[in-house]
């Protein structure tokens, strides 16, 4: 009130005045009473963003007609009595580390699928190899499908018995000849978003990629695994020091041409 100090209301306890008033005055000024009132208008409220009420049956209804109008081949949406709706998704496999899977296991057939027989399950032996990159699988999925049991589904077609911890969904977007990648949660819905986005996968696509963020559980990891990812660092180490040891090569050649030419020049 009296130095007319602004302050965010969140930050107040962290602010600490030294106001210069007369003597009888100053000891009666603590910085309580020197920042302005919450209800004051020059001080930044912070406000809590309200979350969007759910669609209703009428809006998704509206939204799947008008996504089914832009599809452009049999993959449509199809709302179902309960509210609920079914649809398909694309999910672009761009991992960069070798996964693990069953050893000797034979492709699942039709047969398997059906009965949903985990052939993950027949065989104790582990073997690791590399995904082909970039590759894409497609999705027959629910409303109410959530990321995690995206990312459960895909590790099942592929047969890879790693922690499902160890993988991430990501949404990739493109804006302004930029590409953007975001991580979704594991509880969003990808049909949503899809529906929201519409079907042109230049708009919204999705990408499962290692799971980079925070700590890594190296509990989550069999003794095969962490052994396999030393060899893998090695490798990477033994990479790494031939792409220096070419660069400086390249460097050094260029110099000694450069010192040949000019002995060759006079002065």
């Given amino acids: 009130a009296d130095c007319r100090y602004t302050c965010h209301q969140e930050c107040r306890s962290l602010i600490q005045l030294d106001c210069r008033r007369p003597g009888q005055w100053q000891s009666q ?4 009473s020197t920042l302005l ?16 009420e759910p669609p209703t049956v009428q809006e998704i209804k509206q939204k799947i007609e008008k996504y089914n109008a832009k599809v452009t081949n049999c993959l449509l949406m199809k709302l179902n009595d309960d509210g609920t709706y079914t649809g398909f998704i694309k999910v672009h496999l761009k991992l960069r580390r070798p996964v693990t899977v069953p050893a000797g296991i034979r492709p699942q057939s039709i047969y398997d699928a059906l009965k949903e027989v985990n052939l993950a399950e027949m065989t104790d032996k582990r073997t690791s190899f590399y995904l082909p990159l970039d590759a894409i699988k497609q999705l027959h999925i ?7 049991e995206v990312i459960q589904g895909l590790l099942k077609k592929f047969m890879v018995v790693d922690n499902p911890q160890k993988f991430a969904l990501f949404k990739e977007m493109r804006k302004d000849g930029q590409v953007l990648f975001q991580k979704l949660p594991l509880t969003e819905y990808p049909l949503y978003l899809r529906l929201l986005a519409g079907p042109d996968t230049d708009v919204l696509s999705f990408v499962l990629k290692e799971n980079e963020t925070g700590e890594v ?3 989550a990891f069999s003794i095969p695994e962490l052994q396999n990812f030393l060899m893998i660092l090695d490798k ?3 990479d790494k020091i031939q792409q220096v040891h070419r660069k400086y090569e390249r460097f050094k050649q260029r110099l000694q041409q450069t010192l040949k ?6 002065g």
Avoid at 37 to 51: A, F
Avoid at 142 to 148: D, E, F, G, P, Y
Avoid at 261 to 266: D, F, L, T, V
């Fill in 37 to 52: 009132p919450p209800c004051s208008q020059n001080v930044t409220q912070t406000v809590e963003e309200e979350k969007p």
């Fill in 236 to 238: 990477e180490e033994k």
């Fill in 217 to 219: 559980e190296w509990d």
């Fill in 29 to 32: 000024l603590s910085p309580e």
């Fill in 261 to 266: 030419e000019a002995r060759g020049k006079p």
């Fill in 142 to 148: 629910s409303s109410t499908t959530t990321v995690s």
